[in-house]
């Protein structure tokens, strides 16, 4: 028993230091929720982000560098979360803007953060989908739609257990919002069909 003290002494140190390292994690990672979820609404009114998005990546690489020597906390569920709406954010951007999608080593996440965020990606652009039909444009939503069709399609084709990658709540519900919009979309054209020919009668009378 005589170095019971020291023993003890030595695992309250790093005990010490791995929840200082956890309540430091859960302020980061609560930062790049609120940017990311930020940077999501921001499209929507047509903002400019850039310097929003920036941000929220330079406080996901400070978070992934705080947690190199803590694997166990980088796996934490609220580390994945944070992750996971920073690759819907930045995925979101890069479709908006027309360009190549960001891939999980460039944001610096792990392969499951990412399908998951893609997975979500699918409700933002019903959001955008919905919002050009209000402006009556039918093209714009149909593009939209294309996008949401190959995102489930591509997240289809990861059949694992939920231990490697819980995915099947997002397949699922990446379906439902594909079918809610694609009939949405489909009443859309046969309505503007209908005024088309409504206004040539007019003009023949």
């Known amino acids: 028993m ?49 310097e929003l998005i920036e941000t929220a990546k330079e406080e996901a690489i400070k978070l992934k560098g705080l947690l190199q020597e803590h694997p166990e906390l980088y796996h934490a569920g609220f580390v994945e979360n944070a992750l996971q709406e920073l690759c819907e954010a930045s995925i979101i951007l890069s479709i908006l803007e027309d360009r190549p999608l960001p891939t999980p080593k460039e944001l610096g996440v792990t392969n499951s953060a990412y399908l998951l965020g893609l997975g979500d990606v699918v409700g933002e652009l019903r959001r955008f989908a919905l919002e050009a039909l209000r402006d009556d444009d039918v093209k714009k939503a149909c593009n939209y739609l294309d996008i949401m069709e190959d995102i489930y399609t591509t997240l289809m084709r990861f059949d694992y257990p939920a231990a490697i990658v819980p995915l099947r709540r997002k397949q699922d519900i990446a379906r439902s919002l594909v079918e809610k919009t694609r009939g949405e979309i489909a009443v859309a054209v046969r309505e503007n069909a209908l005024e088309k020919k409504m206004e040539e009668l007019e003009k023949k009378l």
């Open 2 to 50: 005589k170095n019971l003290k020291e023993i003890v002494d030595e695992i309250e140190k790093e005990l010490d230091e791995k929840d200082t390292i956890r309540e430091i994690t859960l302020k980061s990672s609560r930062a790049v929720r609120r940017l990311s979820t930020s940077v999501i609404l921001r499209t929507h009114r047509g903002e400019d982000v850039v």
